[in-house]
């Protein structure tokens, strides 16, 4: 399940306030020293008033989806959706010792800038000097791990590599002109 936190590291962030459901989408990184989830929020999101120090929240992570058509089988099946989730449920500790959010922040920007590195955020970084007053660092300890792999376990051999094809090749169909469309 870690895998899939770090190849989809953009997470849902879920917690209630007053009954309701709050969603804020955000980079998490997973912490291998700490064995713990590491992520900020704007401070002026509406969701922080529920992020206390021991507040239980749940983490979604979406890793590839793809509808699988009944074509690819070898066998008679019906149309279906296959996906990649992990759930995790755990407690929040607040960070708030700037330096220490500051720690945050470089160690996100060197996990998501991976292997290249092309940019490197240094602690000395005036831009971040002024973004840490206006963010609102966090850890999370998990306390639940639950995988939702929908990957047609349930079927012959043959059909699972080919639906394992078709995930492939579906999670990754061009989204060209669907991105070009939202920035018009």
């Known amino acids: 399940m870690i ?7 953009l997470g849902m962030l879920v917690s209630v306030l007053d009954g309701k459901p709050l969603v804020t989408h955000i980079p998490i990184i997973y912490n291998h020293k700490i064995q713990k989830l590491v992520a900020h929020i ?8 529920t992020l206390k120090d021991g507040a ?15 074509s690819i089988y070898t066998t008679t099946q019906l ?3 296959n996906y990649i989730f992990v ?16 720690k945050t922040m470089i160690a996100m920007t060197e996990f998501l800038e991976g292997k290249e590195q092309k940019y490197i955020l ?20 998990i306390t639940r791990w639950e995988g939702k792999f929908k990957l047609s376990q349930d079927k012959v051999k043959q059909d699972q590599l080919n639906a394992k094809e078709a995930l492939k090749q579906n999670a990754k169909k061009d989204r060209d002109g669907f991105i070009e469309g939202m920035y018009l």
């Open 79 to 81: 149309p279906t959706w």
């Open 87 to 102: 759930h995790l449920t755990g407690k929040i500790t607040l960070i708030n010792d700037p330096e220490e959010a500051k």
């Open 122 to 141: 240094e602690p000395n970084n005036k831009r971040m000097e002024g973004a840490v007053n206006y963010i609102v660092a966090f850890e999370i300890e």
């Open 56 to 70: 239980e929240v749940t983490v979604i992570f979406r890793g590839p989806d793809a509808y699988i058509s009944p």
């Open 3 to 9: 895998a899939v936190i770090e190849e989809y590291p």
């Open 42 to 49: 704007d401070k002026y999101n509406p969701q922080v008033a």
